[in-house]
């Protein structure tokens, strides 16, 4: 499976930015499409989640209430809409999908796709 990202890049503080990521294959009700991201000197963290059947969603404290993720299903693509954003969500973001497992634990992702660097400026 091919995972990629793509709408990063250099924004200011408050700005609204949108992420997306394009799996190449067939998605399975059950999968669990993730974005991750990794600041510099920082170790990777969950950022949000959403099963691809229900479309249920899963959200780090840190981005709950500003950042919103969203699945398309006739375009087979998953979406990060992040909003308020300040300096410290600067880093590259990754989308993640997995089959089964724990949405918030990077290890049960199976693929990974590149990431996409987005850059805060204050």
């Known amino acids: 499976v091919q995972l990629q990202a793509s709408g990063g890049g250099l924004v200011q503080a408050g700005v609204f930015l949108r992420l997306r990521c394009a799996p190449r294959?067939?998605?399975?009700?059950?999968?669990?499409a993730g974005w991750f991201r990794q600041a510099p000197g920082k170790e990777r963290e969950f950022v949000a989640a959403v099963r691809w059947g229900t479309g249920r969603t899963y959200y780090a404290d840190s981005v709950k209430g500003r950042f919103t993720i969203s699945r398309d299903k006739s375009e087979n693509a998953v979406a990060l809409q992040m909003s308020s954003l300040n300096a410290e969500d600067t880093a590259v973001y990754h989308c993640?999908?997995?089959?089964?497992?724990?949405?918030?634990?990077?290890?049960?992702?199976?693929?990974w796709g590149r990431g996409t660097l987005v850059t805060v400026s204050s």
């Open positions: 294959s067939t998605i399975y009700s059950s999968s669990i």
């Open positions: 993640a999908l997995q089959y089964s497992g724990d949405y918030s634990s990077s290890s049960d992702y199976t693929y």
